[in-house]
């Protein structure tokens, strides 16, 4: 597998460190914008962690590309998220099909704040790429709502224990055809108090992944 380190222009015009994994030949890339990494915030929500790390070799199996953002959130300016994230994810989209077609969204935590951002233009309304929503960040209302009215294929995971896993929204979501799983006492971090649990939620989420991109993402689309 070729990965490839980029920085590309991102916010004000600052570096945006990204990371590209392919095989060569895929048609079809997916994006990923993880969570908040970075002195001051919760570490964990880089593309390393164990959750994003097997989503890239699920998507990878199935012959998709992933674009990698590696973004810190401490480079974020006071009252700026949403320039700052908008600004980083437009940079990264335009990077990442320069030579692939877009396959596929995937956020984590702050990066569900990307995906609600992207899926809210009014552009978005006639295409079917499909989403997936890891530990999003539900207590927004903007993020709620992108989720809520999306019409593209979706796959939501969060946790029972985690404060910003909304069970309404998610059933509202389930309802109008999104696939949502839901890992029980599980926390923001998609873990529970013991690690071979926490092993177990995790393949039981990315047999599902699975079968989520083979149905949506066929042959990397």
Do not use: K
């Not at 490839?4 to 990371?19: A, K, M, Y």
């Not at 335009?94 to 992207?118: K, N």
């Not at 926490?198 to 992944?209: G, K, T």
Request: proline share 6%.
């Amino acid at each position: 597998m070729e990965r490839t380190t980029l920085e590309i222009p991102g916010f004000n015009g600052e570096p945006l460190p990204c990371v590209l994994h392919a095989e060569g030949g895929e048609e079809g890339v997916a994006v990923v914008f993880p969570g908040a990494a970075g002195q001051g915030y919760r570490l964990g929500g880089i593309p390393a962690r164990p959750d994003l790390h097997y989503t890239r070799a699920v998507l990878l199996a199935e012959g998709v590309a992933v674009f990698e953002v590696w973004w810190d959130a401490d480079t974020v300016p006071e009252g700026g998220y949403d320039a700052w994230i908008a600004a980083n994810a437009d940079a990264a989209l335009a990077a990442a099909t320069e030579s692939h077609r877009l396959a596929a969204l995937v956020g984590r935590s702050l990066g569900t704040i990307a995906l609600a951002q992207i899926v809210s233009r009014g552009d978005w309304e006639s295409r079917s790429v499909p989403t997936i929503w890891i530990a999003p960040l539900l207590h927004l209302p903007n993020v709620a709502e992108a989720l809520a009215t999306l019409a593209s294929p979706a796959f939501v995971v969060g946790g029972t224990d985690d404060r910003a896993f909304d069970p309404a929204v998610v059933e509202r979501a389930r309802a109008d055809g999104a696939e949502v799983v839901t890992l029980e006492g599980a926390h923001h971090g998609l873990e529970v108090a013991d690690p071979a649990a926490s092993a177990r939620l995790l393949a039981d989420l990315l047999d599902r992944m699975r079968e989520f991109v083979r149905t949506t993402m066929p042959a990397g689309r």
